[in-house]
């Protein structure tokens, strides 16, 4: 069975499909993850993120991928722990510009199929349910209002030290979103068969216990 769980930045979505797939003993790939690392290689070989030509040449250099943690997953780039470095400012700054290049849609939308290929599984991103797994039995749709996600990036950056004010925050979670639904391959969207999930006054263990039972329903 393949579960689908797609939302804008910062609506939990990670966080919740780790638990779910935990509980379900269910493979997790975290496909934002995957764009984050073409982000930092593109940072790091001094690219400019929006320079579609350059950026496509580097994808041959790009090898993702995942190892089981206690806390969810390490996340490799050509061999290299990147785990905490994706989730840097910058990287997530331009993650965006990255992600709508679509020879890098098509590089890693293939590696995610063969992933989901090898069984059950929840995947998260932002077209799972629309590109990636059109035919997933469950597809939810986490939304949360945008001063909730900007706050709650906000209590998540203080345990990594990153010091970005709460208004910065807001600015930068409303500009990603407006990039990621806009973009002409693959845009954010609720596939029409998502369940429409917000999450704004909810906890993540009321998410994850709605995201079971949805899953249960399905069997
Ligand atoms: O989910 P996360 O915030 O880690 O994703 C980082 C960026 O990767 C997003 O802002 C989006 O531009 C891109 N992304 C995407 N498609 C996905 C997952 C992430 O375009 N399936």
Redesign the pocket.
Do not use: W
């Given at each position: 069975m393949q579960i689908a769980i797609d939302g804008p930045?910062s609506a939990g979505?990670s966080t919740v499909a780790k638990l779910v797939a935990k509980q379900l003993n269910y493979v997790y790939c975290d496909?934002?993850?995957m764009?984050?690392c073409v982000t930092l290689l593109v940072l790091r070989r001094g690219v400019a993120p929006d320079d579609a030509a350059a950026v496509t040449a580097l994808l041959k250099d790009v090898k993702i991928s995942f190892k089981p943690s206690a806390d969810g997953q390490l996340v490799f780039l050509n061999g290299e722990d990147v785990s905490l470095t994706i989730r840097q400012e910058d990287v997530t700054n331009n993650?965006?510009a990255v992600?709508a290049i679509p020879a890098v849609r098509t590089a890693l939308t293939d590696q995610q199929r063969a992933i989901a290929d090898a069984g059950n599984i929840v995947m998260d991103?932002?077209?799972?349910g629309t590109t990636v797994l059109p035919h997933a039995e469950l597809k939810v749709f986490m939304v949360a209002s945008v001063e909730e996600r900007a706050r709650r990036r906000f209590l998540d950056n203080q345990e990594k030290g990153i010091d970005v004010p709460v208004e910065t925050l807001e600015k930068e979670i409303a500009a990603?979103d407006h990039k990621?639904s806009t973009r002409k391959t693959s845009p954010l969207k609720q596939a029409a068969d998502a369940v429409l999930l917000d999450t704004t006054s909810l906890s993540i263990e009321e998410v994850v216990a709605k995201i079971v039972s949805l899953y249960q329903e399905r069997r």
């Amino acid at each position: 069975m393949q579960i689908a769980i797609d939302g804008p930045a910062s609506a939990g979505k990670s966080t919740v499909a780790k638990l779910v797939a935990k509980q379900l003993n269910y493979v997790y790939c975290d496909t934002g993850a995957m764009y984050r690392c073409v982000t930092l290689l593109v940072l790091r070989r001094g690219v400019a993120p929006d320079d579609a030509a350059a950026v496509t040449a580097l994808l041959k250099d790009v090898k993702i991928s995942f190892k089981p943690s206690a806390d969810g997953q390490l996340v490799f780039l050509n061999g290299e722990d990147v785990s905490l470095t994706i989730r840097q400012e910058d990287v997530t700054n331009n993650a965006s510009a990255v992600a709508a290049i679509p020879a890098v849609r098509t590089a890693l939308t293939d590696q995610q199929r063969a992933i989901a290929d090898a069984g059950n599984i929840v995947m998260d991103g932002r077209d799972i349910g629309t590109t990636v797994l059109p035919h997933a039995e469950l597809k939810v749709f986490m939304v949360a209002s945008v001063e909730e996600r900007a706050r709650r990036r906000f209590l998540d950056n203080q345990e990594k030290g990153i010091d970005v004010p709460v208004e910065t925050l807001e600015k930068e979670i409303a500009a990603r979103d407006h990039k990621d639904s806009t973009r002409k391959t693959s845009p954010l969207k609720q596939a029409a068969d998502a369940v429409l999930l917000d999450t704004t006054s909810l906890s993540i263990e009321e998410v994850v216990a709605k995201i079971v039972s949805l899953y249960q329903e399905r069997r």
